[in-house]
C-alpha cells in the first residue's frame, strides 16, 4: 500500500520547466530598426543592453559614415565628447568577432591622423610627471582617455605594423612632448630607462618603434635615442694572419701555454712550397685527458725529403 502511494506521488510532482535557450539569428538581429535598438538600450535587464550595444558594435564597425563620425569625435577639445568617441572604439574591440573590422577600418591616414591628434589633445588634459623615475610606472594614473587612444595603437600596430604610426607623427606629437627631460643627455637617458624597467603599453609601442628602420629614425630626430653605429669592416684581403701557440711541456708554467701571439706575414711563397709547408703540417695529437697537452703527445707526420 506504500509503495502504491508513494508512486501516485510521484506521478502527481509538477516539474519545473527548464528555461529554452533562444537565440536571435543574423536575420532577426538586421531586421531591428534604430527606434527599437534604442528602446532595448534603456531596458533594465543588462543582458538585454548588452546584447543590444554588441549589435550596435557590429553595424558601426562595417559602416564607415559611423567610424568618420567617431574619428571625428575624439579629435574635439570638449573632453565629454572626446571621452564618448574613445569609449565607442575600444568598447568595439572587446568583441573579436568583429574586431579585425575595426582594424581593416581605422588602419587608415586618417584613421591614424584622428587617434594622433587625440592624443596630442590629452597632453594638456592633465599635468604630467617628469619621466626620470625608473622604478615607478605612472601608465595607471594617466588619463582614461590616453590609456585608450594607446591600446587603439597598440591594437593597430600588432596587426599592421608601425609604419603608418610614424607618418602620422606619433613620435614628434606626442612621445617625445612627454616630459623625459631638460636635456638633450636627460631625455635619452630616461627613454632608455623607461624602455628598460618599464612594461607597460608605452614601452610595448616604443620596443615597436625601436625595432623598425622608419620607427628608429623617428626616434633619433626626437632625439630621444641614438643612431647605431655599425663597426668597420676591414677589407684588407693581403695581409694573413698566423696564430702561433707556444706549446709547453707538463711541467711548465700553465699561464705560458695559452700564450697566442698574432703575427702578419705576407703571402710570398709559391704554390709548391705552400704545398710542402702544408704537408710538413700534417699531425696526429693523442691524449686521453688525463694530463695538459705536451710535445710528447704530439705525432709528426715522416717527411720525404725527395717529395
Known amino acids: 500500500m506504500r509503495a502504491i502511494l508513494l508512486h501516485s506521488r510521484d506521478k502527481a510532482e509538477i ?3 527548464q528555461p529554452k535557450t533562444q537565440y536571435i539569428t543574423q ?5 531591428l530598426k534604430l527606434s527599437t535598438l534604442d528602446t532595448l538600450l534603456q531596458h533594465y535587464n543588462f543582458a538585454i543592453r548588452d546584447t543590444t550595444l554588441r549589435i550596435i558594435a557590429g553595424r558601426a564597425v562595417n559602416d564607415g559614415s559611423a567610424i568618420g563620425h567617431l574619428l571625428w569625435g575624439i579629435t574635439r577639445k570638449d573632453y565629454d565628447e572626446r571621452m564618448r568617441s574613445l569609449r565607442a572604439l575600444t568598447f568595439a574591440l ?6 579585425g573590422s575595426l582594424v581593416v577600418a581605422l588602419d587608415t591616414p586618417n584613421g591614424y591622423s584622428a587617434i594622433v591628434r587625440s592624443l596630442e589633445l590629452s597632453l594638456d588634459d592633465v599635468e604630467h610627471e617628469k619621466l626620470d623615475d625608473p622604478l615607478y610606472d605612472e601608465y595607471f594614473l ?5 590609456q585608450r587612444c594607446l591600446l587603439l595603437v597598440s591594437v593597430l ?3 599592421r605594423g608601425v609604419g603608418k604610426l610614424v607618418q602620422a607623427q606619433f613620435v614628434e606629437k606626442w612621445l617625445a612632448k612627454q616630459p623625459w627631460g631638460d636635456t638633450d643627455e636627460a631625455r635619452r637617458k630616461n627613454f632608455a630607462l623607461y624602455m628598460d624597467r618599464k612594461k607597460n603599453r608605452i614601452s610595448e609601442i616604443c620596443f615597436q618603434l ?5 620607427g628608429r629614425k623617428a626616434l633619433v630626430r626626437s632625439k630621444l ?3 647605431l653605429r655599425k663597426p668597420k669592416r676591414d677589407r ?3 695581409i694573413k694572419v698566423v696564430l702561433e701557440i707556444s706549446m709547453a711541456n707538463e711541467g711548465d708554467n700553465p699561464l705560458e701555454t695559452s700564450q697566442i701571439e698574432l703575427v702578419p706575414r705576407v703571402n710570398d711563397q709559391s704554390v709548391e712550397e705552400q704545398r710542402l709547408r702544408r704537408r710538413h703540417r700534417e699531425a696526429m695529437v693523442l691524449n686521453d685527458g688525463t694530463h695538459s697537452l705536451g710535445r710528447s703527445d704530439i705525432i709528426e707526420r715522416e717527411h720525404d725529403l725527395n717529395s
Do not use: L, W
Open 157 to 159: 600596430i600588432h596587426h
Open 142 to 146: 594617466r588619463d582614461i582617455g590616453e
Open 15 to 17: 516539474q519545473p520547466t
Open 210 to 214: 625601436r625595432s623598425s628602420k622608419v
Open 27 to 31: 536575420s532577426t538581429e538586421d531586421s
Open 225 to 227: 635615442t641614438t643612431k
Open 94 to 99: 572587446e568583441d573579436s568577432s568583429y574586431r
Open 236 to 238: 684588407s684581403a693581403n
